[in-house]
C-alpha cells in the first residue's frame, strides 16, 4: 500500500506560479512512477505529467509541456509540480498518483491522494 497527501494548492491570478508537493509512504515508494492528473469541474480527470521511478525519465501533457516541471525526492519520498505561466485553463483539483507504469492513464495507477485545489483567475 502507497499513501499519498498533496499540498500547495491555491488560489493565483494568471501568468502567477505554484509549486504542489505530495507525500508518499508506504511499500516501496521510490519504486513507483509517480504522476500529476487534474480535474476540473464536470470533466474527466486529465494527465499533467509523469515521472519514472528514478526521476530520470518525464512525459508532460502537450497543455504544460514547457511550464509545468515534475520532479522527485526519493529519500524523503516526496515527488513536485512547479506550475509557471499559470492560466485559467489550470484550474482543478489536482491529484498526485502512484503506479508501476511510466504511462499517463488514469487505470495505470492504483494509488492516488485526496487532491488539492488550484484555482487561477484571469
Known amino acids: 500500500q502507497v499513501q499519498l497527501v498533496e499540498s500547495g494548492g491555491g488560489l493565483v491570478q494568471a501568468g502567477d506560479s505554484l509549486r504542489l508537493s505530495c507525500a508518499a509512504s508506504?511499500?516501496?515508494?521510490?519504486?513507483?512512477?509517480m504522476a500529476w492528473f487534474r480535474q476540473a469541474p464536470g470533466q474527466e480527470r486529465d494527465f499533467v505529467a509523469v515521472?519514472?521511478?528514478?526521476?530520470?525519465?518525464?512525459f508532460y501533457a502537450n497543455s504544460v509541456k514547457g511550464r509545468f516541471t515534475i520532479s522527485r525526492d526519493n529519500a524523503k519520498n516526496m515527488v513536485y509540480l512547479q506550475m509557471n505561466s499559470l492560466q485559467p485553463a489550470d484550474t482543478g483539483v489536482y491529484f498526485c498518483?502512484?503506479?508501476?507504469?511510466?504511462?499517463?492513464?488514469?487505470?495505470?495507477?492504483?494509488?492516488w491522494g485526496q487532491g488539492t485545489q488550484v484555482t487561477v483567475s484571469s
Open positions: 515521472i519514472n521511478y528514478s526521476g530520470g525519465g518525464t
Open positions: 508506504g511499500r516501496a515508494v521510490s519504486s513507483h512512477a
Open positions: 498518483a502512484a503506479g508501476f507504469s511510466f504511462s499517463g492513464r488514469p487505470s495505470s495507477f492504483a494509488y
